[in-house]
């Protein structure tokens, strides 16, 4: 039985989110996502350590979509400008085809809070991990931290936004809000001097 | 037994923390807690949920005094100066005598993953909140949380700084920080044309 099973987790992962949909996430168990999917619930486990694990299933991908490209850039691009760059990138995963999956699945972890939870750490992680490569790259601590901070609030602001339907693609999401954000923290040199 | 114990929720949250850090959190019960602080268990429940809670407690003055200070702003003033008063008004809550609780609890909430989701909800509640009041001020949803959600990663990145030792007052992190964002994001405008 330990063979193995070509696209297992991307079954488990689509037969989980439709039982989360239909059932909810409480009355669906680990036995149930793997029968739906054709597999054992053994199959399950070597897979993922818990049903809430299911639908962050590709973790690693999604975050070096992220990383992969401030790994490519020249030395002399500034902090925010390796930032634009990876979530640039990342937001580029998310092709029209992949819309329906991510809306019906961005509908069951905000309406469950162990997968809310569970996505603030992805997000949480992704930030740090991005922040990692700004000080590999000779950028300090402190701003790394607060561009790859401001990335992922913008990462997940257009994401946020093309799950509820915005005809514009994430990437250029991710440009215009990049955009917003420049426009607003201009109002930061005059307010910061009245405080 | 329905007495009033006053200063009952203070005196929990301090011996959750003195048990936290002496036998870790798993080996803590409610129970241990109360008994610490002289109090029964039912008092415990009468004021938490859980033990997850004992550190959270006083959540909305916490968020009180980061909108409270929005409130009181005239009507012209932006989104970004509404945000650095929040902050400010936020960050002034941590007088150096609170700096050894903050210090200590951050150490515990750091090494704790069940407390590290608490927290990070926390935050993410507070950039809500102060996004919703944005909005209530006329500054449009998009605006609203990218400024609300660079304001909390200004907030918990100054105080992270200020629990490690930074000689600096919570606010005057804050207003640095401030500027470094404002010095990040101005990289925004040569660096989102070149991609």
């Given at each position: 039985m330990a063979r193995w099973q070509p696209g297992a987790a991307e079954r488990m992962r689509g037969a989980a989110l439709d039982l989360f949909v239909e059932r909810g996430y409480d009355a669906t168990t680990a036995a149930d996502i793997a029968a739906a999917a054709g597999l054992t619930e053994r199959t399950f486990y070597r897979h993922f350590a818990?049903?809430?694990?299911v639908l962050f299933w590709g973790s690693e991908e999604f975050e070096a979509s992220f990383t992969d490209p401030i790994d490519a850039l020249?030395?002399?691009?500034?902090a925010m400008g390796a930032v634009v760059a990876a979530v640039v990138g990342g937001a580029g995963?998310?092709?029209?085809?992949r819309r329906e999956f991510a809306s019906l699945r961005a509908g069951v972890v905000d309406a469950t809070p162990p997968l809310r939870e569970r996505e603030r750490d992805k997000m949480a992680r992704l930030a740090t991990v991005i922040a990692d490569r700004l000080v590999a790259r000779g950028v300090p601590a402190t701003d790394a931290q607060l561009a790859a901070h401001s990335g992922v609030t913008v990462f997940t602001t257009a994401f946020a936004r093309w799950v509820a339907?915005?005809?514009?693609?994430p990437e250029a999401l991710c440009a215009d809000l990049f955009d917003d954000l420049a426009r607003l923290t201009d109002q930061l040199k005059s307010s910061t001097e009245t405080v």
């Open positions: 818990d049903k809430r694990e020249s030395p002399d691009v500034g995963r998310f092709t029209p085809e339907g915005d005809a514009r693609s």
